[in-house]
């Protein structure tokens, strides 16, 4: 499942559940398989890879986090999340063809992971509605927000689910909530900037001396707001450089601009070398304080914005370059 944004577990591994042996036991098989290896991992306190065979199958035995937690089974950049506690001795099938929809848990432990895979479903769905919802009244996205949560507490409430489960999930439904208003309210902040002339900056250039934005007018500006340490940034960058090459030549000019703070500047140089960072690679002056990210009210990264030949604000929460999207609006504009 590829989540952009919603928060579905908090990484709270604690409860009350009593364990029968001291593993846990995975048997699984996947139809069409990505890979010839699966991880099997927790936070950064577990990872485990597993060979599969030619069948699609791998089975598996390992001690769980003590009283039952979270874990991710990956195959390739597809995955599925999973409680797993000791004394669970479950089966997994499914086919990566359609990997979310055709999960399916037999055994120890089925009724815990089956929720989960039909929560999983659900919050896929109310993603895809999310778009069209950023477009309405703040009323009616927060009536949004309370339906999603009292179907989320109505698909694990009184169902006889491993208590630690049920502790974990609850848990994360405030959250949540409060998350994707903030994030509502971003999106209805930045579209109001769309039209208006955009913020400048004049930051360091990688190659030397300073760039700003009026340098580049006369052509369309498509920035990357970036760091480092940012995982989801740097999971972008394959994309990005597909889609600079994709409009090489053309009028427009892709800008990178690192919200690093001082001490990872050298990070930063070295890290524009060896990924082979294309485009301009500007250093902010002043990190998230500074006045142009402050401008665009970014707090979360990677965001990305379009500014056009005359320096106004195309989009300002642009879609990011995994996003088919971002073609289908710059094969629009850029010639």
Not at 158 to 164: A, L, P, S, V, Y
Not at 222 to 245: F, N, Q, R
Not at 264 to 284: C, H, N, P, R, S
């Amino acid at each position: 499942m590829k989540k952009a944004f919603i928060l579905f577990f908090a990484a709270i591994l604690s409860g009350f559940a009593q364990n029968t042996t001291n593993t846990v036991s995975l048997n699984v098989k996947i139809a069409n398989r990505f890979s010839d290896t699966i991880t099997i991992s927790s936070g950064r306190s577990f990872k485990q890879k597993v060979g599969i065979n030619k069948k699609g199958e791998f089975q598996t035995t390992f001690e769980a986090s003590k009283d039952g937690g979270l874990y991710r089974l990956n195959d390739g950049n597809e995955g599925t999340t999973m409680f797993l506690k000791n004394g669970y001795d479950l089966k997994l099938t499914l086919d990566t063809k359609d990997f979310d929809e055709t999960i399916v848990y037999k055994g120890n432990g089925a009724n815990e992971n089956n929720y989960l895979a039909k929560k999983a479903l659900s919050d896929e769905k109310f993603e895809m509605e999310l778009e069209a919802l950023f477009d309405a009244d703040e009323a009616t996205f927060k009536d949004a927000l309370a339906k999603k949560k009292a179907n989320d507490i109505s698909m694990i409430d009184g169902k006889g689910f491993d208590e630690t489960l049920v502790k974990m999930v609850k848990s994360t439904f405030d959250g949540e909530e409060e998350f994707l208003l903030d994030y509502y309210k971003q999106k209805v902040a930045a579209k109001k900037m769309e039209g208006i002339v955009s913020p400048s900056f004049d930051y360091e250039n990688h190659k030397g001396g300073k760039t700003k934005l009026e340098d580049l007018r006369g052509k369309y500006v498509y920035i990357d707001v970036w760091a480092t340490w940012c995982g989801p940034c740097l999971a972008e960058i394959p994309h990005l450089k597909k889609v600079e090459a994709k409009y090489h030549g053309k009028n427009i000019e892709f800008v990178s601009i690192s919200v690093d703070t001082e001490k990872d500047y050298e990070k930063w140089k070295k890290m524009v070398v060896t990924k082979e960072l294309g485009g301009i690679q500007l250093f902010a002056d002043k990190n998230w304080t500074s006045d142009f990210v402050k401008a665009f009210g970014i707090n979360s990264i990677p965001r990305f914005i379009l500014i056009d030949p005359n320096g106004n604000v195309v989009k300002a929460d642009a879609p990011r370059p995994s996003s088919t999207s971002l073609i289908e609006l710059l094969d629009g504009l850029v010639k």
